[in-house]
């Protein structure tokens, strides 16, 4: 059976993840802040021996002792989900400019999106590098924002995201020698709880109109795609992103 890390699972685009993965066969460790919630949300995935585990992802100590608890349980990790990330906004959801950003908030959401995407993926590498497995998967998040420059996120978050778009490409090569691909998603306008921190769903019709498909994405509309990367049919895909987003933005 394939084992899956699914870092930031508790709620939103990573529970729709994990739920999708646990469809697909895989046992899922759900992994975020607060265990409890992580484990509540392992508790609801379809089928049996999934876990939830707490991790900080910023910290390095954390995510090492995720890896270790995790394959503790359920053995060696094959797929890894870097899902896990922040929006840092202002009051309303207004987003700072760069003029008023405070160095805390710049460090804390390089912290959270690029550091603990580099974290994880080095946990995942060294313990492969060890021990290989079959069909090993890493599938990291960055954003529309990072590709167009953003509407509504911040400099920090925009930067942040762009980065894992680069880390995405230098780990596709790395652990291509291991057997794990790498590839990245990229969601546009997701129904969940980070999009919604700027945008109330009385404004969807009006942001529908610039979106060809018509609607904004939902979780398990970025889950799909993820499904696909995670699958043996994607064993010839490294070190691409998949634009999860209605054809919002076309590249
Ligand atoms: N919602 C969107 O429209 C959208 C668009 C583009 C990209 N994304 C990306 O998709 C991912 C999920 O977004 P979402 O809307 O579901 O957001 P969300 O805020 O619901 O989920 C993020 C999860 O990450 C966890 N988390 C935050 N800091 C953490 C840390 N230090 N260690 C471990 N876990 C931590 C949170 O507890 C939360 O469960 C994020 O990486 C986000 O940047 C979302």
């Known amino acids: 059976m394939r084992t899956a890390i699914v870092t930031g699972a508790a709620r939103g685009i990573g529970a729709a993840i994990a739920t999708r ?7 899922v460790v759900v992994a975020d ?20 585990l707490s991790v900080d ?68 590498l060294r313990r492969r590098s060890a021990r290989p497995v079959a069909e090993g998967r890493i599938v990291t998040l960055s954003s529309v924002a990072a590709q167009l420059g953003g509407y509504r996120s911040s400099s920090a978050y925009i930067s942040s995201k762009a980065a894992v778009l680069g880390f995405t490409k230098a780990a596709a090569r ?12 990229a969601p546009g306008l997701i129904d969940a709880p980070m999009l919604r921190l700027s945008l109330p769903a009385d404004r969807d019709a009006e942001m529908s109109s ?27 895909l490294t070190g691409v992103t998949i634009d999860v987003n209605g054809g919002y933005r076309m590249q």
Do not use: K
């Not at 802040?33 to 939830?52: D, K």
């Not at 309303?92 to 959270?112: C, F, K, M, N, Y």
């Not at 790395?174 to 998603?185: D, K, Q, S, Y």
């Open 210 to 236: 610039s979106i060809p498909i018509g609607r904004i994405g939902t979780a398990e509309d970025v889950a799909e795609a993820c499904s696909y990367l995670v699958s043996p049919a994607a064993a010839y």
């Open 33 to 52: 802040l607060s265990e409890e919630a992580a484990g509540a949300t392992a508790e609801a995935l379809p089928g049996e021996g999934h876990i939830g």
């Open 57 to 124: 992802v910023r910290d390095e100590t954390s995510v090492d002792r995720l890896f270790d608890a995790a394959e503790a349980a359920v053995g060696p990790v094959g797929v890894l989900v870097c899902n896990a990330g922040v929006l840092l906004l202002r009051e309303g959801g207004q987003r700072p400019a760069i003029v008023d950003t405070t160095l805390d908030e710049w460090e804390q959401s390089h912290a959270v999106n690029t550091r603990g995407t580099f974290l994880s993926v080095r946990a995942m």
């Open 21 to 27: 993965l646990a469809r697909d066969g895989l046992r």
């Open 174 to 185: 790395e652990a291509a020698p291991l057997g794990i691909t790498v590839n990245c998603l």
